[in-house]
């Protein structure tokens, strides 16, 4: 079985056993010689960082929230500002507690009438429960989510800026932010529930059809801004499009960014990227962090914590991812 990415995300699937785990959280990068041929715009991470700052000021985007609501408004006027057409894919979802929560997929394409695409996507919805803060006193707050949730709507938000720009691609892009992926079960209930998570992602594969053009693959960013991240390969990417990671990885390291992005492969996780592999069949990898080296989580000292702020994020982080996916775009 696959291993759900928020309440055992700290396992890895062979075997199950913990990832290896010490006493800090601080990153430890091999020393990676490569060729260096960056190609494209210049990725701004203090644009994507104002991005993150906008959709935490309007608090935990929790869902059925007026932050939520509100910031659902704002993420779409600035696809649309960006000159991207945008749909808003509403649904009512039930949550593993019977909640009905009222869902809104954001999805924004930039030249729809290409005839080849490729999909960008990331969660918005903020965590209900801090349910892995180190104080209980704290499981019943909701996260801020500035990197899981902010941090990859907004690089997407950069590159759509970025797109209007300096587009000499001739292919499309296609943006979906999905709702409603942090409302799985929390871990002070001793229990597991893959299909209580990603319910936003899992809605759009069952409900996807292709829309005159091809879509040739997939990436997921999520908790992209963190302090000290460095991103492996994700398992279940390499399972479901290998040749796509391995390209995202060359850009990575093409780019400049081989610190950030190591060639090892570690843990399988259950996330956003898996019903648009299994249900859309979209091949669509996931650009994850891992902390091998972490106590609190291996997702990092802040996730699912009330320290998910904007003072715990990084620009030198979203730098390396929106400028690996600049090259990805660039270099194709």
Same mark, same amino acid.
């Given at each position: 079985?696959?291993?759900?990415?928020?309440?055992?995300?700290a396992l890895?699937?062979?075997?199950?056993?913990?990832?290896?785990c010490?006493a800090?959280?601080?990153?430890k990068?091999?020393?990676?010689?490569?060729?260096?041929s960056?190609?494209?715009?210049d990725?701004?991470a203090?644009?994507?960082?104002?991005?993150?700052?906008?959709?935490?000021?309007?608090?935990?985007?929790?869902?059925?929230?007026?932050?939520h609501?509100?910031?659902?408004?704002?993420?779409a006027?600035?696809?649309?500002?960006?000159?991207?057409?945008?749909?808003?894919q509403?649904?009512?979802l039930?949550?593993y507690?019977g909640?009905?929560?009222?869902?809104?997929n954001?999805?924004?394409?930039?030249?729809?009438?290409?005839?080849?695409?490729?999909?960008?996507? !990331?969660?918005w919805? %903020?965590?209900?429960?801090? $349910?892995?803060?180190?104080d209980? /006193?704290?499981?019943?707050k &909701? #996260?801020?989510?500035?990197?899981?949730?902010?941090?990859?709507?907004?690089?997407?938000?950069?590159?759509?800026r970025?797109?209007?720009?300096?587009?000499?691609l001739?292919?499309?892009?296609?943006?979906?932010?999905f709702?409603?992926e942090?409302?799985?079960?929390?871990?002070?209930?001793?229990?597991?529930?893959?299909?209580?998570?990603?319910?936003?992602?899992?809605?759009?594969?069952?409900?996807?059809?292709?829309?005159g053009?091809?879509?040739?693959?997939?990436?997921?960013?999520?908790?992209?801004g963190g302090?000290?991240?460095?991103?492996?390969?994700?398992?279940?990417?390499?399972k479901?499009?290998?040749?796509?990671?391995?390209?995202?990885?060359r850009?990575?390291?093409? !780019?400049?960014?081989? %610190?950030?992005f190591?060639? $090892?492969?570690?843990?399988?996780? /259950?996330?956003d990227?898996l &019903? #648009?592999?299994?249900?859309a069949?979209?091949?669509t990898?996931?650009?994850?962090p891992?902390?091998?080296?972490?106590?609190?989580s291996?997702?990092g000292?802040?996730?699912?914590?009330?320290?998910?702020?904007?003072?715990?994020?990084?620009?030198s982080t979203?730098?390396?991812?929106?400028?690996?996916?600049?090259?990805?775009?660039?270099?194709?």
């Open positions: 079985m696959t291993l759900n990415k928020h309440l055992l995300k890895i699937l062979t075997g199950i056993i913990l990832l290896g010490g800090s959280c601080e990153r990068p091999k020393v990676i010689t490569v060729e260096v960056p190609t494209g715009p990725f701004s203090d644009s994507a960082l104002a991005f993150c700052q906008a959709q935490c000021d309007f608090g935990p985007r929790t869902m059925n929230s007026d932050a609501e509100q910031c659902a408004d704002w993420i006027r600035q696809f649309e500002r960006f000159g991207c057409t945008v749909e808003r509403q649904a009512a039930t949550g507690d909640t009905m929560l009222r869902a809104t954001i999805i924004a394409r930039h030249h729809p009438e290409r005839q080849h695409h490729i999909l960008l996507c !990331a969660h919805d %903020s965590r209900p429960w801090a $349910d892995n803060d180190p209980s /006193t704290n499981w019943m &909701p #996260v801020m989510a500035a990197n899981d949730g902010a941090s990859g709507v907004a690089v997407m938000l950069e590159i759509a970025l797109l209007q720009t300096a587009d000499s001739t292919w499309g892009v296609d943006f979906v932010c709702d409603a942090d409302w799985g079960v929390p871990q002070w209930t001793n229990r597991s529930d893959a299909d209580s998570w990603a319910l936003g992602a899992q809605y759009w594969a069952a409900h996807y059809q292709p829309s053009y091809e879509t040739d693959f997939g990436i997921l960013l999520d908790m992209v302090q000290a991240a460095q991103f492996y390969k994700e398992g279940m990417s390499v479901y499009a290998p040749a796509i990671v391995d390209k995202v990885w850009a990575a390291h093409a !780019a400049g960014y081989s %610190s950030y190591p060639m $090892d492969t570690r843990g399988y996780i /259950t996330d990227h &019903p #648009v592999n299994e249900k069949g979209i091949p990898i996931d650009i994850i891992c902390y091998p080296d972490c106590e609190a291996s997702f000292p802040t996730w699912h914590t009330v320290d998910d702020d904007m003072a715990h994020l990084d620009k979203l730098k390396a991812v929106g400028q690996t996916i600049i090259q990805v775009l660039y270099g194709k």
